[in-house]
């Protein structure tokens, strides 16, 4: 492609040129013809009309002698370039400007035709074979007396009009190879605008086809091939950050898979080769057992999230009230709260509050916020549920005064497998997957979820859901 886009382009120059050349040398060059032999015939031919009516009508009305007739028409012809001459009708010469006067020997044009002319006032030839040259030979009539006695007949050589016809042609030539070569700037722009920039991309297109999509390349052009070249570099840096985020992932899965899968391995073959004694039995199969159930936690996790992350999922919309569905959620987590001595207070707009959602996922992004919260809360505090209505949205807050998330975790939060370092202590069985499913499913509803959290005071997560237009519907 590289080779044969500049090839083409330099083949269509050639062609312009050659066609350029073609054009000059036939249309140009019989249009000048034409033209300068039209001029000529006009100029000759107002020539002859006025020998016609002065000295050569003289010739037949007045005594004027054909020495002083052939003196005019001499001068004339050196004047013109032209061979003057005045024959009779029936083709008798009676004067030409290039011989003398012989009235013993007369020449007699044979099949001599005055309307040999047809239409025009001039003809091209031999004229009836008197000339070995080409001639371009204009007529005017001498009247006398309302009778033609004869004519008076300019004969100029065609050669002439084909030397000044070259002439001109030279300056078209000329002109044409200015043109050919001003063109090449033509050239040079589309080099430098478009071949070296599309070779560029090119490259890169290669470089990121090979699989080195961190290739980087520079067009600096604002039109549509920087724009192009923007574009190209911008889609292989979002490839490349896929990428990576897609190699993290699958770290962090195997990760999170492997520490279970040890642990749960290492009890059961300590408990085979009799390393833990059967009365520990219990206890371990314990730990092993809330070791699987982490794993099904994680599994189902994953499930989700790539569920909600096909574009386009389908959401099972409904009209339910959202204060129901807190006091349900808040409920569920009734036995854990008494545990920690954690208190949930709700704080709800109105007994009913309706919204349009889908009440599954709605209900588990409750669910993962409550859990959070009371996971990360210490004893004897209150978590705040709140709703509040405004601008046709209910806004849903659940606050915690727990250790709150350090400033620089605020952003990675939503990040999947990401817990800070100060909840790992806290919090061995989380999966990191939580918030990524919460905040997919607000996003999949078209709403935002928010943080505001302050390091060891608490934190407060609010997100946004459509009010349902008509209540009753359900
Ligand atoms: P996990 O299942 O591990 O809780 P999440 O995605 O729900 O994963 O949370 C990610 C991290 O965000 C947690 O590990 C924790 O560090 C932080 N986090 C989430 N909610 C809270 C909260 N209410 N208070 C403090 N930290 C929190």
Redesign the pocket.
């Known amino acids: 492609m590289r080779k044969t886009l500049y090839l083409k382009f330099l083949l269509a120059y050639l062609i312009f040129g050659f066609f350029g050349f073609v054009v000059v040398a036939t249309f140009v060059s019989s249009m000048t013809m034409e033209h300068l032999k039209r001029e000529k015939a006009d100029a000759l031919y107002r020539e002859a009309t006025l020998i016609a009516n002065t000295y050569a009508s003289d010739l037949y009305n007045v005594e004027t002698s054909l020495e002083s007739v052939k003196k005019q028409l001499d001068a004339l012809d050196t004047y013109l370039s032209a061979r003057l001459w005045i024959i009779n009708p029936s083709g008798r010469l009676i004067l030409d400007s290039q011989s003398p006067i012989d009235v013993e020997n007369e020449t007699v044009i044979s099949d001599f035709d005055p309307t040999v002319t047809e239409t025009s006032y001039y003809t091209v030839g031999y004229f009836f074979g008197s000339f070995t040259e080409e001639q371009l030979s204009v007529f005017a009539p001498i009247t006398s007396n309302y009778k033609v006695r004869g004519y008076v007949v300019i004969h100029y050589p065609m050669v002439n009009i084909s030397i000044s016809c070259n002439g001109l042609l030279n300056i078209s030539y000329l002109m044409l190879v200015i043109l050919f070569l001003l063109s090449l700037i033509i050239l040079i722009f589309f080099t430098e605008m478009v071949y070296l920039p599309l070779r560029r991309i090119t490259e890169a297109t290669e470089q990121y086809a090979a699989g080195n999509m961190h290739y980087e390349f520079q067009i600096d052009s604002e039109d549509e091939i920087g724009y192009l070249g923007a574009t190209l570099s911008y889609m292989a840096n979002e490839i490349a950050r896929s990428e990576d985020d897609q190699k993290k992932f699958v770290a962090n899965v195997s990760h999170d898979f492997r520490s279970p899968l040890t642990s749960i391995k290492g009890y059961l073959e300590a408990m085979l080769d009799g390393t833990i004694p059967p009365e520990f039995y219990e206890k371990y199969l314990t730990i092993v057992l809330n070791e699987t159930e982490r794993l099904t936690k994680l599994t189902n996790g994953l499930l989700t999230l790539n569920n909600l992350n096909t574009k386009g999922i389908l959401l099972d919309k409904s009209a339910f009230n959202i204060n129901m569905v807190i006091r349900n959620t808040a409920a569920s987590f009734e036995g854990t709260c008494k545990n920690k001595t954690i208190a949930i207070e709700l704080i709800l707009t109105g007994d009913e509050l309706y919204v349009n959602a889908d009440v599954e996922k709605i209900q588990q992004v409750l669910y993962?916020?409550l859990?959070?919260?009371i996971?990360?809360?210490s004893p004897d505090s209150i978590i705040k549920i709140e709703t509040t209505e405004k601008h046709n949205k209910v806004f849903v807050s659940v606050k915690?005064s727990?250790?709150?998330?350090p400033k620089d975790?605020l952003k990675l939060?939503?990040d999947r497998f990401?817990?800070?370092d100060?909840?790992?202590g806290k919090?061995k069985r989380?999966?990191?997957?939580?918030?990524?499913i919460?905040k997919e499913i607000i996003h999949a509803h078209g709403e935002h979820i928010n943080v505001i959290?302050t390091e060891g005071v608490?934190?407060e997560?609010i997100f946004s859901l459509p009010v349902a237009e008509d209540e009753n519907e359900d």
């Open positions: 993962n916020l859990d959070n919260a996971k990360f809360s915690d727990g250790i709150g998330i975790d939060i939503w990401y817990k800070s100060s909840s790992r919090d989380g999966t990191g997957l939580g918030l990524s919460t959290s608490g934190s997560f």
